[in-house]
Structure formats: C-alpha cells, structure tokens
C-alpha cells in the first residue's frame, strides 16, 4: 500500500530481504530497545494500533505506527484495515514473507512496526488516576500481557510494570494484551519504592494482593455495597472506592516482604475452593473488577469516599 492507503503493485515475495531480516529482529530484545519499536501481530492488535496512530495523527502528535506488512488474503478478509492503515507506509506480502517476520508459528497476515508507547511515572500520577496495576516482578510475558488486558476491561488509568518485570514489547505480551496496549499509559521500568512514595503523597491508597493479607476482598466489597446504601457497617480498614493502586507480584513468590510492607494494606482474595490460591492473572482480574464496580458505583451514586 501507498500512501493513500491502496496496495501498492509490488509485493514482498523474498523472505531472505534485508527489509524482512529487519522487520524479524524485533522479535529479540536487543533490536527493540536499539530502535525503539515493537511488533503488533494479528488483525486486532493491528487494528488497534493504527487506531490509536490516526487518533495521535489527528490530534497533531506523531504517530505510532511506522509500517505496516499485510496479505491480500487478509485485507479480503479485514477490509477496515486498509482504511485504517491510511497515510501510513504499508506493503502487501506474502504469506512466506509474513511468516519470517512474524515471532507467531501461525501469522495471522498481517503485522505492523510500531514505536514505544510508555510514558513517566510522573504523568499518569499527576492526571488523578482512580485505579492503576502495578506488577513487580513478574517475569511471564503471557501474564503481564493479561493483567494489561484485565486492567484496561475494568477501566484502570494506567498499568506500571517495575525494572524487574518483563519487557511488555515482548511479542508474547505484545499478543497477550489483545490490543489493550494500545488502550491505556503504561509506565515501565520504576522502583516499586518511587511508586508507592509517590502514590501515597497524592492520596492514591496502595493494597498489595496478598494471600495471607489482613483484609479480605469480599469484605470489603461487602462494606462499600452497605455505604452505598446507606447502612451501618464495620470498617476494616479501607474503602475500595478511594483512589487505589493495586501491587501484584512474581507469579511464583508473590510480592516480597519489603514489597508488602510498602503498601497501605495486604488484601487476601478469599479461596473456598480446595485450590492452593489463585493465578495471577486471575487474581489481578478479581481485584481490579472489585474496585472498579466501587468506584463506578460511587460515581453513579454521587457519595463521597469513607
């Protein structure tokens, strides 16, 4: 493609090409950080990341999306991402050529080079956000990647991953997120001590997802659904409508003992099954949910936080 956003008469045929060899280093670490680019794959990571290049174009930012490689079968079959692809530098390829791009076993047909997205600790904080995940240490691609995409369904501002986590532009992660990397800021590369000092001086509350915490989850909602109606109950110790930063840890060791001790309070999501505990990403989803009804119904409600 062009341009204008229509294919261009050549296509990629030769999976050897310098262009391919380059587009493929992407896939290692060392190239991405050089560059400073990632790969998108698949047509909704695609179709996201050129959404939110045009939205950046059209707002007079630069963009995101530096090239985009697809196949005719696939743009038959996603016709919108021709138009979406717009004004951006894209290419028809082969299916073969694709494939020597691509991180997949399987590509999908179509992949794009994008630039870096984070941005610093410092903005998200000073936007006022209401709900953000911070993960330390959590070293798997895949879960990174969904508790990225737990946390933009459940409306977080922001998700920061600390110098110890693993790299979000991994293409694993890239692809866990389904497209939510291109939803929300993310912070990479903070001290889990900078965040939460700097939380706690704007008034962000920090719980720390704990198996042996003092709180309990259920608990907690159950005392924001008795405010909410107006009924007495006892307070343990926290609203989960204030604004809230959730600390999630090492998918094996969890959140270390200097880790727990920074957060305002350890927060146990209840097992009542005979299930040791609960993963990662699954625990990080049930906490940010739980939040997030607070908040959206303290918003609906017009009440203040306790």
Same mark, same amino acid.
């Given at each position: 493609m062009n341009e204008t956003g229509r294919p261009q008469d050549d296509v990629l045929s030769n999976p050897r090409a310098d262009r391919v060899r380059k587009v493929a280093q992407l896939a290692g670490r060392p190239a991405r950080l050089k560059r400073r680019e990632f790969?998108?794959?698949?047509?909704?990571?695609?179709? &996201?990341?050129?959404?939110?290049?045009?939205r950046r174009i059209a707002a007079g930012e630069p963009g995101i999306v530096y090239e985009v490689y697809a196949s005719e079968s696939c743009l038959d079959r996603h016709p919108d991402l021709e138009a979406l692809?717009?004004?951006?530098?894209?290419?028809?390829?082969?299916? &073969?050529?694709?494939?020597?791009?691509?991180?997949?076993?399987?590509?999908?047909g179509v992949l794009a080079v994008c630039g870096f997205l984070d941005t610093v600790l410092e903005?998200?904080?000073?936007?006022?956000?209401?709900?953000?995940?911070?993960?330390?240490?959590?070293?798997?691609p895949g879960n990174a990647g969904t508790v990225l995409r737990a946390a933009d369904a459940a409306g977080a501002d922001a998700v920061i991953l600390?110098?110890?986590?693993?790299?979000?532009?991994?293409?694993?992660?890239?692809?866990?997120?389904?497209?939510?990397?291109?939803?929300?800021?993310?912070?990479?590369?903070?001290?889990?001590?900078?965040?939460?000092?700097?939380?706690?001086?704007?008034?962000? /509350?920090?719980?720390?997802?704990?198996?042996?915490?003092?709180?309990?989850?259920?608990?907690?909602?159950?005392?924001?659904?008795?405010?909410?109606?107006?009924?007495?109950?006892?307070?343990? /110790?926290?609203?989960? &409508?204030?604004?809230?930063?959730?600390?999630?840890?090492?998918?094996?060791?969890?959140?270390?003992?200097?880790?727990?001790?920074?957060?305002?309070?350890?927060?146990?999501?209840?097992?009542?099954?005979?299930?040791?505990?609960?993963?990662?990403?699954?625990?990080?989803t049930v906490c940010l949910y739980a939040s997030a009804r607070a908040q959206q119904s303290q918003q609906g409600s017009g009440t203040e936080s306790a």
């Amino acid at each position: 493609m062009n341009e204008t956003g229509r294919p261009q008469d050549d296509v990629l045929s030769n999976p050897r090409a310098d262009r391919v060899r380059k587009v493929a280093q992407l896939a290692g670490r060392p190239a991405r950080l050089k560059r400073r680019e990632f790969l998108a794959e698949g047509p909704q990571a695609v179709r &996201e990341a050129l959404g939110l290049h045009q939205r950046r174009i059209a707002a007079g930012e630069p963009g995101i999306v530096y090239e985009v490689y697809a196949s005719e079968s696939c743009l038959d079959r996603h016709p919108d991402l021709e138009a979406l692809a717009e004004g951006t530098t894209a290419y028809l390829a082969t299916d &073969e050529v694709l494939a020597a791009m691509a991180d997949t076993v399987n590509p999908q047909g179509v992949l794009a080079v994008c630039g870096f997205l984070d941005t610093v600790l410092e903005q998200v904080l000073d936007a006022g956000p209401r709900l953000i995940a911070v993960l330390s240490q959590v070293r798997d691609p895949g879960n990174a990647g969904t508790v990225l995409r737990a946390a933009d369904a459940a409306g977080a501002d922001a998700v920061i991953l600390t110098s110890s986590s693993v790299d979000i532009y991994n293409p694993k992660a890239v692809r866990s997120t389904a497209g939510s990397l291109f939803h929300l800021p993310v912070v990479l590369g903070a001290e889990v001590e900078e965040i939460v000092a700097q939380c706690k001086e704007r008034g962000i /509350g920090v719980l720390a997802a704990d198996g042996d915490g003092e709180l309990n989850l259920d608990r907690l909602q159950d005392e924001n659904s008795a405010r909410r109606l107006g009924a007495p109950a006892p307070e343990s /110790g926290y609203a989960l &409508e204030n604004p809230t930063a959730w600390l999630f840890g090492n998918e094996a060791q969890g959140l270390s003992g200097e880790e727990l001790a920074l957060a305002n309070h350890r927060v146990a999501v209840p097992v009542y099954g005979a299930a040791e505990s609960l993963n990662l990403g699954t625990a990080a989803t049930v906490c940010l949910y739980a939040s997030a009804r607070a908040q959206q119904s303290q918003q609906g409600s017009g009440t203040e936080s306790a």
